[in-house]
């Protein structure tokens, strides 16, 4: 026996189920070693390694379709999609916070309590009666933005943080000359064309079709005389735009409602502001005095950039857009048409203009009690379906149908004959028992049920929708002598679409054998018009077809070009071409470096937050984005 078990431990199979035994052991002593390395990974997202939490998610998808929900009201679906779109952005903005989060420790920036306090004391929305900062109504938005005060303030002091590296990086925006004046020149240049129209109006009356060339055109074409497809189904819909009026809401429901989002039905005052930025003091007093004195943005930004410094055009701002309450205090202190003393900020001296004011504005309680009780209607009307559809569910599950169902749970429900247009074969909409913005919706999901298959409640874009397609009418070639008329009318459309393309390629191939589109067309017995001081852009009203725009500038002189128009064809030839001149008007390149300034600035953050995003080694969990989205 003994020799037996010798031999056997000997070969390989016994080696391999002491192999096996011993990594038994093994993971079996180290438990929770093995849990660590084999358990998936839960959260939505690692930056540096770091995890963004499922609970994390959560909350900031719930803050963001709530804001949804009240800024859309009845027209707001909690539909897959709308959830998908919500928990990708929730997601991508706790990413960006991340990572901005991350450099502001890189590099130590820090911003006083004192700073965060009067940024907040500032905000119109959380202002009483008498203009001061309202502790009461500074809850009550903290409560209907489903936050808390600290919370808050740290986001408030984050952002505050972001905001001067935003303005570092903005501030690098400049475009020399030696870039405007090539743009410019491309983007201002203008041609003179030769232009022949070929409308389909004017194409030569063919010959009167045969019975035959008309039955062969009628086959050929069966997607434009075929009848589409019908379905007939029966629907029922449980919306919030339904169960809404089942809802009360009280007037004291709307006073409460009114004063927890008062900052909604304001627009806060906005400036738009002109900023000079440099690092001497004794520099931005000079910028200041000139531009009190009437100095305009070109001449300020020539000293600026004198003074190692730069000029921007910030746009409209609210007090709140601006980093620094000093910064604000200024910019919002100063009349129209005033200009600041220099303020310092850890980014050098700032100058500001303002170039304008617009004033801001509260609409009273009156004015807007109506929409908010339809908002709290919708609001509750929604918890109401989600604990409804559980109930209609375990009824369709328990063998009720659609219509019995229906009556009970109060739902819309219809019967119909539909193609996927919602059309009868009447050619005119049918009913459905939802609101004209929800039809696609509920359409699609028709026509994507399956036959006979038994009904179930499902979530989408047209509310909780349960459907049953009872019979399928596939499509089909309508008779010939049913649609006779429309296939003559469509047999001479194309006929006369066919003459002018002839027509155009053959002024093109003529141009090609070296004459010019004028001789061509006169040749041809048409006529040709000149069209002078063509642009590039098509929203300056040309006096070319815009579909001939962008051939028309790849061209060289004198070369030709044909293209399809809303009604018919168009040949055209570049006679001249006169490129732009920069120096012609200062006032428009000046004009034209600040746009291409703030183009490049909104370019810069892109790109420095792709920087970040990179150096911080983003990696997404699409499971856990999954989870996230789903209701």
């Known amino acids: 026996m003994l020799t037996a078990l010798r031999r056997l431990a000997g070969t390989w199979v016994a080696k391999a189920l002491f192999a096996l035994l011993v990594l038994s052991f093994g993971v079996w002593g180290m438990g929770d070693m093995a849990k660590t390395l084999f358990a998936p990974d839960t959260s939505l997202a690692r930056v540096a390694g770091q995890p963004i939490t499922l609970e994390e998610g959560q909350a900031a998808m719930r803050r963001e379709m709530q804001r949804l929900a009240r800024q859309l009201g009845n027209q707001f679906e909690n539909d897959p999609r709308i959830r998908r779109a919500v928990a990708e952005q929730s997601v991508d903005q706790l990413v960006i916070d991340r990572v901005l989060r991350a450099e502001v420790e890189r590099l130590g920036l820090a911003v006083p309590d004192s700073a965060v306090r009067d940024f907040i004391f500032g905000i119109p929305a959380f202002r009483g009666p008498d203009g001061r900062f309202s502790q009461v109504a500074f809850q009550a938005w903290l409560r209907n933005a489903d936050t808390s005060e600290q919370r808050f303030l740290d986001l408030v002091r984050a952002d505050m943080a972001r905001q001067q590296i935003a303005m570092a990086v903005r501030s690098g925006a400049a475009v020399p000359d030696a870039m405007a004046r090539p743009l410019l020149r491309w983007l201002e240049e203008r041609r003179g064309v030769t232009l022949v129209s070929l409308p389909l109006a004017t194409a030569p009356e063919p010959a009167a079709p045969t019975e035959e060339q008309l039955r062969r055109f009628h086959e050929n074409n069966p997607e434009r005389f075929s009848s589409p497809e019908y379905r007939d189904a029966t629907v029922a819909v449980l919306t919030a ?10 007037d004291a429901d709307v006073a409460a409602a009114y004063e927890a989002r008062r900052g909604q039905f304001g627009t806060p005052e906005r400036r738009r502001l002109a900023q000079v930025l440099v690092p001497e003091e004794a520099r931005a007093q000079e910028i200041a005095a000139a531009w009190s004195g009437g100095a305009d943005i070109e001449q300020v930004t020539a000293q600026a950039r004198a003074a190692g410094g730069e000029a921007l055009e910030l746009g409209e701002v609210e007090r709140g857009g601006l980093p620094l309450p000093e910064l604000a205090a200024a910019a ?35 004015e807007v009690a109506d929409q908010l009780r339809r908002d709290i209607a919708m609001e509750r009307a929604a918890d109401i379906a989600f604990e409804r559809a559980n109930k209609i569910e375990d009824a369709l599950a328990g063998g009720a149908t659609l219509e019995e169902v229906a009556k009970q749970f109060a739902m819309g429900f219809a019967s119909i004959r539909t193609d996927a247009e919602g059309l009868g074969q009447d050619g005119r909409p049918v009913a459905l028992p939802v609101i004209e913005a929800a039809r696609p919706a509920l359409l699609k999901v028709v026509f994507a049920t399956e036959k006979g298959a038994p009904p179930r409640l499902q979530e989408g874009e047209a509310g909780f929708v349960a459907t049953e397609v009872k019979e399928i009418i596939p499509p089909a070639l309508k008779p010939f002598e049913s649609v006779e008329a429309e296939v003559r009318e469509a047999w001479i459309a194309d006929a006369r679409r066919r003459a002018q393309e002839g027509r155009a390629a053959a002024l093109l191939a003529a141009t090609r054998d070296g004459k010019s589109l ?32 962008a051939p028309l500038f790849e061209l060289k002189l004198h070369e030709t070009t044909m293209a399809r128009t809303r009604d018919g064809f168009a040949v055209a030839q570049v006679d001249e071409i006169t490129p732009g001149d920069p120096d012609a008007d200062k006032a428009t390149l000046d004009r034209f470096k600040r746009e291409a300034e703030q183009a490049l600035a909104q370019d810069l953050d892109v790109q420095f937050l792709a920087a970040l995003r990179g150096r911080s080694d983003v990696r997404l969990n699409p499971r856990m984005l999954d989870v996230l989205a789903q209701p």
Do not use: C
């Open 332 to 366: 919002f202190g100063a009349p129209a048409g005033g200009v600041t003393a220099p303020v310092q900020s850890p980014f050098g001296w700032h100058v500001f203009k303002v170039e304008a004011v617009t004033p801001g504005e509260e609409r009273p309680l009156a």
């Open 241 to 250: 735009d339904l169960l809404s009026r089942e809802v009360e809401v009280s």
């Open 518 to 549: 004028a001789a061509a067309a006169e040749a041809a017995g048409l006529g040709s018009r000149e069209v002078g001081s063509v642009g590039r852009d098509p929203r300056a009203g040309a006096a070319v077809p815009p579909e001939l725009l």
